[in-house]
């Protein structure tokens, strides 16, 4: 099935850096979402963008969702060890969410060096 | 409870064994999602529920694979002779409704399925 291409596969970063991800697609989603998935457990929503050229915040996480509504990127600032785990992004077909399918992309792992 | 929940959390078949997947969304959702997600690889959506009513199925890798939701609240994805590429987690997501808006999914635990 169809998965967004999300970059880079994997970060090593030390603590307290920033960090940035992103996410493209071939076609246009009128909602980007991103979620962080922790070991074991299921994906949990960070950030919602429902409006190209949006940028939302949450605590160190900052989100864009891109003008041509074909790509979205995730920065977080000063990294803490609890950062640690596999970021996604998705796309959803639809302005606002609803009812259907999530698009996601394979994940960016986010590792932390002591 | 307050969130997804979802049974088994683990579930090891033989191959060929049908297997049922138990999941139980937030109440009050009304709609229903289930997901499939290979080791290394991000969620792919396999089929959606608006009640009891399934209205999109265009997931579903093949005709083994069964969803339902008969009351509108649990559903149950069931694996019918089951084959070692079924192998991965099955995630269950559910949102308050279908008006549109900022629907959110919330995810359950997932159930991880091994075929042997």
């Known amino acids: 099935g169809q998965q967004l291409n999300q970059s880079p596969q994997s970060m090593f970063i030390q603590e307290g850096e920033d960090v940035s991800m992103n996410c493209t697609s071939s076609?246009?989603?009128?909602?980007w979402l991103w979620y962080k998935q922790d070991p074991g457990e299921g994906p949990v929503l960070l950030i919602a963008?429902?409006?190209?050229?949006e940028l939302t915040s949450n605590g160190r996480l900052t989100a864009q969702f891109g003008i041509t509504r074909k790509d979205s990127f995730l920065n977080i600032s000063a990294s803490i060890p609890s950062d640690v785990g596999i970021y996604f992004c998705?796309?959803?077909?639809?302005?606002?969410?609803?009812?259907?399918?999530?698009?996601f992309g394979k994940g960016t792992h986010l590792i932390i060096q002591p | 409870g307050a969130g997804v929940s979802q049974s088994p959390r683990y579930k090891v078949a033989k191959r060929g064994q049908d297997v049922a997947l138990r999941c139980d969304p937030i109440?009050?959702?009304?709609?229903l999602f289930w997901y499939q997600q290979a080791l290394g690889q991000g969620p792919e959506f396999l089929t959606y529920?608006?009640?009891?009513?399934?209205?999109?199925k265009s997931g579903l890798p093949s005709d083994r694979f069964f969803a339902e939701r008969p009351e509108g609240s649990v559903s149950t994805l069931k694996i019918q002779r089951t084959q070692q590429e079924d192998s991965a987690v099955y995630l269950c997501a559910s949102s308050v409704g279908t008006s549109g808006g900022e629907e959110t999914q919330y995810f359950g635990p997932g159930t991880r399925l091994l075929v042997l």
């Open positions: 529920f608006q009640n009891e009513a399934q209205l999109d």
């Open positions: 109440s009050g959702h009304v709609s």
């Open positions: 998705a796309g959803h077909p639809n302005s606002g969410g609803g009812a259907d399918g999530l698009t």
């Open positions: 963008l429902y409006k190209a050229g």
């Open positions: 076609s246009i989603f009128n909602t």
